[in-house]
Antibody, heavy 120, light 110 residues
């Protein structure tokens, strides 16, 4: 059973870079058909897809965040990461990682999420 | 502003049937892209409830069902129970295959 767990700093200063990691257990991020997505949820608000990485190495971003987001994978540690540059208070959110088997398959499972607050 | 439109809140009494609509456009649901539904209980991550418009993953009660028509989709819950009180989100894709979400509907069981 695949499980995902996000980790990273809970507080980031404005204009700095947010860095999060998603550790995957029970399956390899290089398994065929494996997509890993990052999704965020602003406090009390809805969900926003940030981007995904496919096991083949291809990466696709939400066009609205593409200029600031970078997703990468570390096969040796079986985890994938999100970096987001030049953060502002508007980036304060719960960040989730999630897996899906095809690009149009549902996000399942999800990590528990990690709250990132952007504040000085 | 979410790409897909859902009512912010709905309520129903135990045992009743409620329907949560999800309205899209010709660029997403109307283009034929599948719709998924998620349930998010307070303080937890969303969980898949309905996939591919109408499919219930293993373990999801058959009280939950999904449908679609034109540029919209709906989640129906019959025999409403107290444990169904949660936020519900629809999700589809746009023409660039970017996942898009509804703004979520908070369901209150009276």
């Amino acid at each position: 059973q695949v499980q995902l767990q996000e980790s990273g700093p809970g507080l980031v200063k404005p204009s700095q870079t947010l860095s999060l990691s998603c550790s995957v257990s029970g399956g390899s991020i290089t398994s065929a058909g494996y997509y890993c997505s990052w999704i965020r949820q602003h406090p009390g608000k809805g969900l926003e897809w940030i981007g995904y990485m496919h096991y083949s190495g291809s990466i696709y971003y939400n066009p609205s965040l593409k200029s600031r987001a970078t997703i990468s994978g570390d096969t040796s540690k079986n985890h994938f990461s999100l970096r987001m540059t030049s953060v502002t208070a508007a980036d304060t959110a719960i960040y989730f990682c999630a897996r899906h088997e095809m690009s149009t398959d549902p996000f399942d499972p999800w990590g528990q999420g990690t709250l990132v607050t952007v504040s000085s | 502003q979410s790409v897909l439109t859902q009512p912010p809140s709905l309520s129903g009494a135990p045992g009743q049937r409620v329907t949560i609509p999800c309205t899209g456009s010709s660029s997403n649901i109307g283009a034929g892209y599948v719709v998924h539904w998620y349930q998010q209980l307070p303080g937890t991550a969303p969980k898949i409830l309905i996939s591919g418009d109408t499919n219930r993953p293993s373990g999801v009660p058959d009280r939950f069902s999904g449908s679609r028509s034109g540029t919209s989709a709906s989640l129906a819950i019959t025999g409403l129970q107290a444990e169904d009180e949660a936020d519900y989100y629809c999700q589809s894709y746009d023409t660039s295959l970017s996942p898009v979400f509804g703004g979520g509907t908070k369901l209150t069981v009276l």
